[in-house]
């Protein structure tokens, strides 16, 4: 999977969780239905939006729903579906997207790529799914010519642009393709007054997929030697997140525009989570981001920020650097300082050598102490019983939604995908009542 749009279960909730699976489900089996197993690989977590928007623009949303067998990426569970134009939408648009983004990797040579019986086999599939989406946008109406032509016309931009470069105009091609689709669905729905506030939003969330990317990539582009926007142009990070935080104030602000039948998973997905996956990629918290923190942060390279004022999350100078002093010193507000520093609450224990030193039974002993007695450990698993078990755990969903779960081979202890989620299982107000981060409307999310 991929996408910008990545929402956790904890803040989905039950009845939302259940729209949003029923419409990444609908993606999937749209692109197995009309273009076989394989197109499957495509199905990813911004086409969907697609279809969410032109369910959430449909009155009688039961119409739209099949109920589908089971699967093994739902633990083998029969689930509802989203079905119909929306779902195919979504599809024609994945499926040409990554016609061209497959079509960039052989171009530039990335990785595997670069040799030629794979590019000569990726070209090959590349064009298979341009011409699949055009025969599935061709039969809901849609002209995914003008995707195609927007991708075309990347790269020439891209070879133009230089030092002053707007941002803006590199992420035009993108902007134009997602506004396109994005106010196809309001035709899809009966709604056509609908296209030209929802062109709008779809301008701008072109624009933040774009910018994100090249944010994410920056540094692996870098030690490449790759082109990015961000580096072509001479964009510093903080230029980048004032753009990112415009685009999302603009979607938010039109999507008020937008008149939804029911339109609660698309106001969280695109005024809310998009946020998160701008705080996301530049390392910040929701809450920080609110009160500005990401213009506090700008530093000089010698307090560990990038040239351009930009300081990494945890580093000197940071909202999350560590405080204090001495090999102890920490933020935990759980503990693991020593007396004295930050971390150590007064009337703990100290443990010397580090937890499990003496006088500490069932403790393993840290540096310089003798702890108490490791627990027996068991063995490791074989490769048969191991696969066997690593198919079980797929199948139930373990290795995504379980808090944690033993390794299929090494049976270590391991975290499931979902467990480490930013939410907190709180709403981002409650860290602090001083912000304003989400009194942008009254949807109560």
């Known amino acids: 999977m991929f996408g910008i749009v990545r929402p956790c279960s904890h803040r989905l909730g039950d009845g939302l969780k259940n729209q949003w699976m029923a419409h990444l489900c609908g993606l999937c089996l749209a692109l197995r239905r009309d273009h076989g197993q394989f197109a ?36 083998m569970r029969t ?10 939408l979504a599809a024609a648009v994945s499926l040409v997207l990554a016609s061209a983004k497959v079509r960039d990797h052989v171009e530039d040579r990335d990785g ?32 995914t010519a ?58 701008m969330f072109g624009r933040l997929a774009h910018l994100l990317d090249a944010v994410e990539d920056r540094a692996a582009d870098a030690a490449a030697g790759a082109w990015n926007p961000l580096t072509a142009t001479g964009t510093g990070l903080a230029e980048a997140r004032a753009i990112a935080d415009d685009a999302v104030h ?10 939804f039948a029911d339109g609660k998973l698309a106001h969280l997905l695109l005024a809310h989570e998009l946020r998160r996956s701008v705080d996301r990629a530049f390392g910040t918290g929701a809450c920080a981001t609110g009160h500005g923190a990401h213009a506090a942060t700008a530093s000089t390279p010698q307090q560990g920020g990038t040239p351009d004022g930009w300081v990494p999350t945890g580093a000197p100078g940071g909202p999350y650097a560590p405080t204090g002093s001495g090999p102890y010193a920490s933020n935990n507000p759980y503990g693991g300082g020593q007396p004295g520093h930050p971390g150590h609450h007064p009337g703990q224990p100290v443990h010397p050598g580090g937890p499990g030193g003496p006088g500490d039974p069932g403790w393993f002993g840290g540096p ?3 702890g108490g007695h490791e627990p027996h450990k068991p063995g490791k698993r074989g490769l048969l019983a191991g696969c066997a ?6 199948c139930t969903c373990k290795v995504c939604c379980a808090d944690e779960f033993e390794g299929p081979w090494s049976r ?9 989620c930013d939410c907190g299982c709180c709403e981002c107000c409650e860290a602090c009542e001083c912000c304003e981060c989400c009194s942008c409307c009254d949807c109560g999310l």
């Open 40 to 75: 499957r690989i495509v199905t990813n977590y911004d086409g969907l939006l697609v279809s969410v928007l032109t369910e959430a623009q449909t009155v009688s949303v039961d119409e739209g729903r099949r109920q589908a067998g089971p699967c093994p990426l739902r633990g």
């Open 412 to 420: 270590k202890k391991r975290e499931g995908a979902c467990s480490n």
């Open 250 to 259: 603009r979607i938010r602000r039109t999507l008020r525009e937008v008149d």
């Open 146 to 203: 003008v995707l195609v032509d927007a991708v075309e016309r990347q790269a020439g931009i891209e070879s133009l642009a230089g030092p002053g470069t707007a941002v803006a105009v590199v992420t035009e091609p993108t902007e134009t393709a997602t506004g396109a689709a994005f106010a196809h669905t309001a035709h899809l729905a009966g709604r056509p007054h609908n296209a030209e506030p929802l062109a709008a939003v779809g301008r």
């Open 79 to 88: 689930a509802s579906v989203a079905r119909g134009e929306g779902a195919r």
């Open 368 to 370: 310089g102490g003798g």
């Open 112 to 143: 595997l790529f670069a040799r030629k019986p794979v590019a000569a086999a990726a070209k090959k599939v590349a064009a298979s799914w341009g011409r699949a989406g055009a025969r599935t946008g061709s039969a809901v109406g849609f002209d």
């Open 389 to 394: 078990v690593a198919i079980g755990l797929c």
